[in-house]
């Protein structure tokens, strides 16, 4: 088993996003998973602000879209729907995303982590 990690500075001043691509160096089997270790509101935590840290792609398949819609997501099938947030699959290369929305009064930082199951 090996392991792997990024860190995701999804910062005002960084743009309000930050996206890591963990390489494990072969196919294999693997869980991954992501989550949120810093919320700063800056302000008001209300309700224009969310957060979601997912896992965007496996070899570049995007994963499945978990939540949609509604006032911060996208119609089904769009890029800005919540996406995986843990997954035990096949592949390579994992590509994880953290997104604040409406970056103006909120900052998060994120992680993800993926463990090589064979």
């Not at 819609?69 to 290369?93: C, F, I, K, Y």
Request: glycine share 12%.
């Amino acid at each position: 088993m090996q392991v792997f990690g990024a860190v995701l500075p999804a910062l005002k001043n960084l743009g309000g996003v930050a996206s890591a691509t963990l390489d494990l160096g072969r196919p294999c089997r693997f869980l991954v998973w992501c989550g949120v270790s810093m919320v700063d509101s800056l302000g008001d935590f209300d309700r224009d602000n969310a957060y979601v840290v997912d896992i965007f792609t496996v070899d570049d398949t995007r994963t499945a879209s978990r939540v949609h819609g509604g006032d911060h997501w996208g119609p089904e099938g769009s890029t800005n729907n919540v996406l995986e947030g843990a997954l035990v699959g096949m592949g390579q290369r994992i590509t994880v995303y953290l997104r604040a929305i409406h970056t103006d009064d909120l900052d998060v930082f994120g992680f993800a982590v993926a463990l090589t199951l064979d």
